[in-house]
């Protein structure tokens, strides 16, 4: 809504009677959120003009103008000597691995063959790279996690050496709930944990196995992200402290590696599960040769912040990211992946939730950032930047609040929290949401490790409690079974493709705008708080807790 048209409003809700002045300041600033303003700003930023709004192409320009745009409009100031825009450098490396990798165990030799069997790629910024009779060693899980008192590398060596582990938890498909956090999966669980731990033992190599329910994905998806060119951020050490080689096996060619290395698959599998496990050797020796290329560029985040008064260096952070998947291979006609969902929604609900933030009459004590992050399709580039180099002090940012991926399809009773039971912040939601009418369900797909798959984990990693909740799955106009038919829907015809764009026929912002109210609420009440939320108890991220 305008500002104009805004004045109007109260303009006319006055003469025609109806006080203002029973609402309290954000009840009226939360007046200011509106579905027709979150139309317009969709439609805009996932318009063909932006060309689908990949960093580094005209796609980014568009984008930055246009959220450069809002955030003057919203009146927020900028973060960066008078600039909304912190540079994000990145490095893009293409791999060309050999087409074997030859393994000697015993007398025999197991020759796998590159993307039927394995794909490897390697963040070390060097052209040659090789691994010579490097000892394979079976770590498990991979796994050192001491709240669970487990440790997959205990009582071993593994410095040079290649390991291979499991995709997943142990807990996985035990229907535990005591093991680990049972079927959903924790940070432990997703490859890029695998991929720094190994590196933290000193591994030259790691090679995960892949097996599609574990991993959530079939080989088809691990294929395609392994053979494209890959974009990393610029790293001060050219990543010589990750692993020379990073990779995936097949479970057909792990199991083939067991079967010479005279293992039953299916016992280890079972042992590997067992608290207790021992890493060891499998007398097998691997030989793998890749050549790499690197460009470099710089992408660009955009940031803005509405200043608090007393406590305005305490930091409370909403984000939503700005990239896409630009153009790529056409669908009916159409190359242009235009993201309106993914994540053009998203980016509507926060900017209505700053606009709410604006026309507060008393700003609140802490400092409201508003955060584009860039690169999220990349690999959450963009935040983890920001983490990594954070304009306000990461141990005075109080919470993030993010969101990806948020649906169009009207108004919903819940509000789905994913990573239910991570932080206290759940507990700020949880005491709002009878006032919005809204009940808080846990993520029912938490075993796809959505957690650790958006913008709000980069914050996680480095201490900062964040919260990822929306509308989901219970429908107020058509119930639970529709709710999941439709996510259902839009996962398999429209994530990630071209045909993620506006349609002016059945969507409906009038959730989004809920989640807006309810998320501008918790975000207004911990701006006005001075207490810091805390990880909870059984969190991976408790450790990494700021004391304040
Ligand atoms: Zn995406």
Redesign the pocket.
Same mark, same amino acid.
């Given at each position: 809504m305008k500002k104009h048209s805004k004045n109007l409003l109260l303009a006319f809700l006055f003469l025609n009677g109806i006080s203002c002045t029973q609402l309290n300041d954000y009840q009226q600033a939360e007046q200011t959120i509106q579905p027709d303003d979150m139309v317009r700003i969709v439609k805009e930023f996932s318009s063909d003009a932006f060309q689908g709004r990949k960093p580094f192409t005209a796609g980014e320009d568009s984008a930055i103008n246009f959220l450069i745009r809002e955030y003057e409009r919203i009146g927020l100031e900028p973060v960066n000597n008078g600039s909304y825009l912190q540079k994000v450098p990145m490095v893009e490396i293409t791999d060309s691995p050999d087409d074997k990798m030859i393994i000697n165990l015993n007398k025999n030799t197991l020759e796998l063959s590159y993307k039927t069997d394995f794909v490897a790629f390697s963040k070390q910024l060097v052209n040659e790279i090789s691994l010579e009779n490097s000892e394979i060693v079976f770590a498990g899980y991979g796994i050192v996690a001491p709240e669970y008192d487990w440790n997959d590398y205990e009582g071993i060596d593994v410095k040079g050496k290649t390991v291979v582990v499991f995709v997943n938890d142990p807990s996985f498909g035990t229907n535990q709930d005591d093991f680990f956090k049972g079927n959903a999966m924790t940070y432990y669980g997703r490859w890029t944990y695998k991929y720094e731990e190994a590196a933290r033992q000193g591994a030259k190599g790691i090679l995960i196995i892949h097996e599609t329910e574990p991993a959530g994905y079939p080989w088809g998806v691990v294929l395609n992200g392994a053979t494209i060119p890959k974009l990393y951020l610029q790293p001060e050490d050219n990543y010589m402290s990750m692993c020379a080689v990073e990779g995936w096996i097949t479970l057909d060619a792990a199991k083939k590696l067991f079967s010479l290395a005279g293992l039953d698959f299916t016992e280890i599998k079972e042992k590997a599960k067992i608290k207790g496990f021992k890493p060891f050797l499998l007398n097998a020796q691997l030989n793998f040769s890749m050549h790499s290329i690197h460009r470099f560029a710089s992408s660009q985040n955009v940031l803005g912040i509405l200043p608090g008064t007393d406590r305005a260096d305490e930091i409370i952070v909403y984000s939503s990211h700005w990239d =896409? #998947?630009g153009i790529g291979p056409s669908l009916n006609g159409d190359s242009i992946y235009n993201?309106a969902v +993914?994540?053009g929604t998203s980016t509507a609900w926060m900017l209505e939730i700053a606009e709410a933030f604006s026309n507060l009459k008393t700003r609140p004590s802490r400092s409201i950032l508003i955060f584009s992050p860039s690169s /999220? /399709?990349q690999g959450l580039l963009g935040s983890k930047y920001y983490a990594e180099h954070p304009i306000y002090p990461l141990n005075k940012t109080v919470a993030n609040i993010n969101n +990806? #991926?948020m649906l169009p399809y009207g108004r919903y009773k819940d509000i789905m929290i994913t990573g239910y039971g991570q932080s206290e912040l759940d507990d700020y939601l949880e005491n709002i949401a009878p006032e919005y009418d809204r009940y808080i369900i846990s993520d029912p797909n938490a075993h796809t490790g959505m957690y650790y798959r958006a913008d709000h984990f980069s914050f996680a990693q480095v201490g900062v409690p964040a919260l990822f909740a929306r509308g989901n799955c219970d429908s107020r106009e058509h119930g639970k079974e529709w709710a999941a038919k439709m996510e259902k829907e839009w996962l398999t015809n429209f994530? =990630?493709k071209p045909t993620d764009q506006y349609d002016s026929t059945i969507w409906d912002f009038s959730g989004i705008a809920d989640d807006a109210k309810i998320l501008f609420r918790v975000g207004y009440e911990l701006a006005n708080d001075s207490i810091f939320p805390k990880w909870k108890e059984g969190s991976e991220f408790r450790e990494k807790q700021f004391i304040n």
């Amino acid at each position: 809504m305008k500002k104009h048209s805004k004045n109007l409003l109260l303009a006319f809700l006055f003469l025609n009677g109806i006080s203002c002045t029973q609402l309290n300041d954000y009840q009226q600033a939360e007046q200011t959120i509106q579905p027709d303003d979150m139309v317009r700003i969709v439609k805009e930023f996932s318009s063909d003009a932006f060309q689908g709004r990949k960093p580094f192409t005209a796609g980014e320009d568009s984008a930055i103008n246009f959220l450069i745009r809002e955030y003057e409009r919203i009146g927020l100031e900028p973060v960066n000597n008078g600039s909304y825009l912190q540079k994000v450098p990145m490095v893009e490396i293409t791999d060309s691995p050999d087409d074997k990798m030859i393994i000697n165990l015993n007398k025999n030799t197991l020759e796998l063959s590159y993307k039927t069997d394995f794909v490897a790629f390697s963040k070390q910024l060097v052209n040659e790279i090789s691994l010579e009779n490097s000892e394979i060693v079976f770590a498990g899980y991979g796994i050192v996690a001491p709240e669970y008192d487990w440790n997959d590398y205990e009582g071993i060596d593994v410095k040079g050496k290649t390991v291979v582990v499991f995709v997943n938890d142990p807990s996985f498909g035990t229907n535990q709930d005591d093991f680990f956090k049972g079927n959903a999966m924790t940070y432990y669980g997703r490859w890029t944990y695998k991929y720094e731990e190994a590196a933290r033992q000193g591994a030259k190599g790691i090679l995960i196995i892949h097996e599609t329910e574990p991993a959530g994905y079939p080989w088809g998806v691990v294929l395609n992200g392994a053979t494209i060119p890959k974009l990393y951020l610029q790293p001060e050490d050219n990543y010589m402290s990750m692993c020379a080689v990073e990779g995936w096996i097949t479970l057909d060619a792990a199991k083939k590696l067991f079967s010479l290395a005279g293992l039953d698959f299916t016992e280890i599998k079972e042992k590997a599960k067992i608290k207790g496990f021992k890493p060891f050797l499998l007398n097998a020796q691997l030989n793998f040769s890749m050549h790499s290329i690197h460009r470099f560029a710089s992408s660009q985040n955009v940031l803005g912040i509405l200043p608090g008064t007393d406590r305005a260096d305490e930091i409370i952070v909403y984000s939503s990211h700005w990239d =896409h #998947l630009g153009i790529g291979p056409s669908l009916n006609g159409d190359s242009i992946y235009n993201g309106a969902v +993914d994540n053009g929604t998203s980016t509507a609900w926060m900017l209505e939730i700053a606009e709410a933030f604006s026309n507060l009459k008393t700003r609140p004590s802490r400092s409201i950032l508003i955060f584009s992050p860039s690169s /999220e /399709e990349q690999g959450l580039l963009g935040s983890k930047y920001y983490a990594e180099h954070p304009i306000y002090p990461l141990n005075k940012t109080v919470a993030n609040i993010n969101n +990806d #991926l948020m649906l169009p399809y009207g108004r919903y009773k819940d509000i789905m929290i994913t990573g239910y039971g991570q932080s206290e912040l759940d507990d700020y939601l949880e005491n709002i949401a009878p006032e919005y009418d809204r009940y808080i369900i846990s993520d029912p797909n938490a075993h796809t490790g959505m957690y650790y798959r958006a913008d709000h984990f980069s914050f996680a990693q480095v201490g900062v409690p964040a919260l990822f909740a929306r509308g989901n799955c219970d429908s107020r106009e058509h119930g639970k079974e529709w709710a999941a038919k439709m996510e259902k829907e839009w996962l398999t015809n429209f994530y =990630h493709k071209p045909t993620d764009q506006y349609d002016s026929t059945i969507w409906d912002f009038s959730g989004i705008a809920d989640d807006a109210k309810i998320l501008f609420r918790v975000g207004y009440e911990l701006a006005n708080d001075s207490i810091f939320p805390k990880w909870k108890e059984g969190s991976e991220f408790r450790e990494k807790q700021f004391i304040n």
